[in-house]
Nanobody, 126 residues
Framework: QVQLVESGGGSVQPGGSLRLSCATS???????LGWFRQAPGKEREGVAA????????YYTDSVKGRFTISQDNAKKTLYLQMNSLKPEDTAKYYC????????????????????WGQGTQVTVSS
């Protein structure tokens, strides 16, 4: 079974920073890579996505200017740099791969992706 593996989660004070990493599968071609998060009682939310071919990035409004998604093609690793963290960012964060092409406006939709990691917890509190 091929798994994506997230790391880098933890507990941080408001205003702090964390960098999440995701070791991607490397077994299939991925059109897009994404980060999603889910807090208790809430639906899974698309946070950021990157188009693997050209590096174009997409973010949900609430994290624009604070989070940065990036990829290291040689290491087959996906990153999410999170700065100026807020308590509202508290959630379990998941990375995901999309093996089929989709419209760009769907890149923050969970259904676009077909391979997922197990998640890493991010907690922002004072």
């Amino acid at each position: 079974q091929v798994q994506l593996v997230e790391s880098g989660g933890g507990s941080v004070q408001p205003g702090g920073s964390l960098r999440l990493s995701c070791a991607t599968s490397g077994y299939t071609y991925n059109f897009y890579l994404g980060w999603f998060r889910q807090a208790p009682g809430k639906e899974r939310e698309g946070v950021a996505a990157i188009v693997t071919d050209d590096g174009a990035t997409y973010y949900t409004d609430s994290v624009k200017g604070r989070f940065t998604i990036s990829q290291d093609n040689a290491k087959k690793t996906l990153y999410l740099q999170m700065n100026s963290l807020k308590p509202e960012d508290t959630a379990k964060y998941y990375c995901a791969e999309a093996s089929q092409k989709a419209y760009r406006w769907l890149l923050l939709r969970a259904e676009t992706y077909d391979r997922w990691g197990q998640g890493t917890q991010v907690t922002v509190s004072s």
